[in-house]
């Protein structure tokens, strides 16, 4: 290898990882967590014991899990956009360019969310987030998926099933719409993270106790 494919070789590498870092920094906002302590609680001790929106929607009630969902959903924009506008250009929601960068932004985020390392590595599942990342690649991955999970949400009454079903979803409809291997690959990433982030629901699932979603809270904070 010459001296100049060294270079370019390294420059390819170095923004990759620092696409992971940016993203990873903007999913340490741990919007569960801040909300659960400004009502006095830790999220984490609480219902699921998950510091994502669903779990503030059982356990605060509809109008924090809303919030929060929200919330998640713009750092999952802004985790693709920041390492795509600095290391590239964007999906359809920024216009057509170059999208990797954004995607590896998204896996960080989902690592931050899930994994903050100032909550001993305890968070959230990362389901907001990636949707806010589905949003800003491709409106109509977005979209194809959203319908998706409503209907089984409608159907099941299990987020989590709709929730993988989404993760599942992801590369194969990059795949079809044509983009890069590389890209197909590193959304694959953040659906095995999805996956692997929800194998006690996968567990639930099987054997018929998985808790079922409501707007309504719990009378009492458990």
């Not at 044509?178 to 996968?202: C, D, Q």
């Amino acid at each position: 290898m010459s001296l100049n494919e060294f270079r370019i070789a390294a420059v390819l590498i170095e923004f990759r990882i620092l696409a992971v870092l940016i993203g990873y920094a903007i999913g340490l906002f741990q919007t569960a967590y801040i909300v659960g302590r400004l009502k006095g609680i830790d999220i984490r001790e609480h219902g699921s014991g998950g510091a994502g929106a669903t779990n503030i929607n059982r356990t605060l009630g509809a109008k924090f899990g809303i919030f929060v969902f929200l919330i998640d959903v713009l750092k999952g924009i802004a985790a693709f956009t920041v390492p795509a506008i600095l290391f590239g250009g964007g999906g359809t929601f920024l216009g057509a360019g170059f999208v990797l960068p954004g995607i590896y932004g998204a896996i960080g985020c989902v690592l931050g969310h899930s994994f903050p390392f100032y909550l001993n590595f305890k968070g959230g599942k990362g389901v907001a987030s990636t949707i806010g990342f589905m949003m800003a690649i491709d409106i109509r991955m977005f979209l194809i998926a959203s319908a998706t999970g409503i209907i089984l949400v409608a159907l099941t009454k299990y987020i989590s099933a709709a929730s993988l079903a989404l993760a599942a979803m992801m590369p194969v409809i990059l795949y079809f719409f044509g983009y890069t291997a590389e890209e197909v690959f590193a959304s694959a990433i953040i659906s095995i993270l999805i996956w692997y982030l929800h194998r006690a629901n996968i567990m639930r699932l099987i054997k018929g106790e998985e808790n079922k979603f409501s707007f309504r809270k719990k009378k009492e904070v458990a």
